[in-house]
């Protein structure tokens, strides 16, 4: 769960991916609920970049970097691209407050419904770790941002 009131960009929203990556399994799904966020980029030059680029893993983002004098100058965006992807070991499910479908999906996420999420998730009544429901079991966590989450089995 990413605070509203912290959280407007998957810029800074995507810690939830990199800071959650070492725990997620191979074939996994994280699902990102981010009511706030409405942009891409923290300012509208990065967030046009993310639009046309996507987070599409290091590869092919190192490609588009050669190719393109546009992500050539801006290196943070072309860091961002690539901590910002799973590399295809697990699916992101994004759940923002103002940003659409087509949005989302059209830069590597699938795309759920803020409201539909938080009512199957209460966020303010989950407490941090193991829950089952009709899906199955999740793995909740508060604050992704903080701290570096991992499974003990990734640290041997």
Request: hydrophobic share 35%; glycine share 8%; with cysteine.
């Amino acid at each position: 769960y990413m605070e509203p009131e912290e959280y407007h960009s998957t810029w800074v929203a995507n810690k939830a991916i990199y800071r959650t990556r070492m725990a997620m399994a191979d074939g996994g799904k994280l699902t990102i609920i981010a009511p706030g966020v409405s942009r891409f980029g923290e300012d509208d030059k990065v967030s046009a970049l993310i639009e046309k680029y996507g987070y599409l893993g290091t590869e092919r983002t190192m490609k588009s970097m050669e190719e393109n004098p546009e992500l050539q100058e801006n290196l943070s965006a072309v860091s961002h691209l690539i901590h910002g992807s799973t590399e295809g070991r697990f699916d992101v499910t994004y759940c923002p407050g103002h940003l659409s479908e087509e949005q989302i999906e059209a830069v590597g996420f699938q795309y759920e419904d803020v409201n539909e999420v938080s009512q199957r998730y209460n966020v303010d009544q989950l407490m941090d770790g193991w829950h089952e429901d009709e899906e199955g079991e999740f793995y909740f966590i508060s604050k992704p941002a903080l701290g570096l989450w991992t499974v003990e089995s990734r640290l041997r």
